[in-house]
C-alpha cells in the first residue's frame, strides 16, 4: 500500500514516513521528460524529517523567471497533472495528481519570492525543532478540530507561517 494518499474533502496527518523522500525524487524523475526547463524542490511537511504530513507530497516547481507559468500548464497535464489554477495565490499555479490526490506541484518562477518562501519555510522547519514541534502540534490539533473542513486547517494553520514570512 502507498504511504501517500488523501481521501477529497477530508483532513489527516500521519506520521512522518521516511519513504518520502525516495518518492518525491521518483515522481521528479518522472515527471522531468515533460517539462526539462523546470527545476524542482520538495517543499511541505513531507519535505521535513520528523514532522506530521498530510499524506500527500509537495512538489515545488521552478519555470524561468522570463517564461510564463502557462507555458508548462499542458507538459504538467501531460505527466498526468489536473491543472486547478492560482488556487488564490498571485504568480502561482496549482496542481494534483491520484484519487486520492497523493501530489501536488506549485508552479512558480524559480528564485521569486514565492520560491524563496515555499523554501525557505521549508528550511526553517528543517532547522529549528522548537518551530517544527510548535507546528507539528497546532497541525495535529487542527487535523482532530476540523477532519471534514480543509479551509478551515488551512486558514488556521496559515498564521503560523504567515508569522515566519513577517519576521523575515
Same mark, same amino acid.
Given at each position: 500500500?502507498?504511504?501517500?494518499?488523501?481521501?477529497?474533502?477530508?483532513?489527516?496527518?500521519?506520521?512522518?514516513?521516511?519513504?518520502?523522500?525516495?518518492?518525491?525524487?521518483?515522481?521528479?524523475?518522472?515527471?522531468?521528460?515533460?517539462?526539462?526547463?523546470?527545476?524542482?524542490?520538495?517543499?511541505?511537511?513531507?519535505?521535513?524529517?520528523?514532522?506530521?504530513?498530510?499524506?500527500?507530497?509537495?512538489?515545488?516547481?521552478?519555470?524561468?523567471?522570463?517564461?510564463?507559468?502557462?507555458?508548462?500548464? /499542458? !507538459? +504538467?497535464?501531460?505527466?498526468?497533472?489536473?491543472? $486547478?489554477?492560482?488556487?488564490?495565490?498571485?504568480?502561482?499555479? %496549482?496542481? #494534483? *495528481?491520484?484519487?486520492?490526490?497523493?501530489?501536488?506541484?506549485?508552479?512558480?518562477?524559480?528564485?521569486?519570492?514565492?520560491?524563496?518562501?515555499?523554501?525557505?519555510?521549508?528550511?526553517?522547519?528543517?532547522?529549528?525543532?522548537?518551530?517544527?514541534?510548535?507546528?507539528?502540534?497546532?497541525? /495535529? !490539533? +487542527?487535523?482532530?478540530?476540523?477532519?471534514?473542513? $480543509?479551509?478551515?486547517?488551512?486558514?488556521?494553520?496559515?498564521? %503560523?507561517? #504567515? *508569522?515566519?514570512?513577517?519576521?523575515?
Amino acid at each position: 500500500m502507498s504511504p501517500l494518499g488523501l481521501e477529497s474533502g477530508t483532513v489527516r496527518v500521519v506520521e512522518y514516513d521516511p519513504q518520502w523522500p525516495a518518492l518525491y525524487a521518483a515522481e521528479v524523475a518522472r515527471i522531468q521528460p515533460f517539462a526539462p526547463t523546470l527545476g524542482f524542490e520538495h517543499v511541505g511537511s513531507t519535505a521535513v524529517p520528523g514532522l506530521c504530513a498530510k499524506p500527500v507530497l509537495d512538489i515545488l516547481a521552478g519555470h524561468p523567471q522570463t517564461a510564463s507559468p502557462l507555458e508548462f500548464v /499542458r !507538459a +504538467l497535464e501531460r505527466a498526468g497533472y489536473e491543472h $486547478r489554477g492560482d488556487a488564490g495565490i498571485p504568480d502561482h499555479q %496549482f496542481f #494534483r *495528481r491520484g484519487q486520492p490526490r497523493a501530489y501536488h506541484i506549485h508552479l512558480v518562477a524559480r528564485d521569486s519570492a514565492l520560491w524563496r518562501q515555499y523554501v525557505g519555510f521549508r528550511d526553517y522547519l528543517r532547522t529549528d525543532a522548537r518551530a517544527r514541534q510548535e507546528y507539528d502540534a497546532l497541525k /495535529r !490539533a +487542527l487535523a482532530e478540530r476540523f477532519p471534514h473542513d $480543509r479551509a478551515a486547517y488551512i486558514e488556521r494553520k496559515s498564521s %503560523f507561517v #504567515r *508569522r515566519w514570512i513577517l519576521r523575515r
